[in-house]
Nanobody
Framework: QLQASGGGWVQPGGSLRLSCVAS????????VGWFRQAPGKERERLSC????????RYSNSVKGRFTISRDKDNNAVYLQMSNLNPEDTAVYYC??????????????????WGQGTQVTVSS
């Protein structure tokens, strides 16, 4: 089971750190992806981190502003988000491929999802 948390309201230019904590599985064994979905828009993959290592991948929309990282001790993956703007407003999810398949550091077919955490960026 995955649990995403850390969302909230922030002003433009602000920062938030999202957490994805796993229970019942060792998150280090999985590539983990962060995704978001805004109202009326398709789900967008933002960032991934490979299993067992530190190589990462970012979408162009967040590159340079968001950083994904692992915390082995807490069985967690974080998404540090900086310089947020209103276009970042969405529900954010973390996900893994339960079969541990991955491509380019990302879960191949994500089928285990956290419950989502709302991020709202407005003044």
């Amino acid at each position: 089971q995955l649990q995403a948390s850390g969302g909230g309201w922030v002003q433009p230019g602000g920062s938030l750190r999202l957490s994805c904590v796993a229970s019942g599985r060792t998150l280090q064994d999985y590539a983990v992806g962060w995704f978001r979905q805004a109202p009326g828009k398709e789900r967008e993959r933002l960032s991934c981190i490979e299993s067992g290592g530190g190589r990462t991948r970012y979408s162009n929309s967040v590159k340079g502003r968001f950083t994904i990282s692992r915390d082995k001790d807490n069985n967690a993956v974080y998404l540090q988000m900086s310089n947020l703007n209103p276009e970042d407003t969405a529900v954010y999810y973390c996900a893994v491929d339960s079969h541990r398949n991955e491509v380019d550091f990302c879960p191949y077919k994500p089928d285990r999802w956290g419950q989502g955490t709302q991020v709202t960026v407005s003044s």
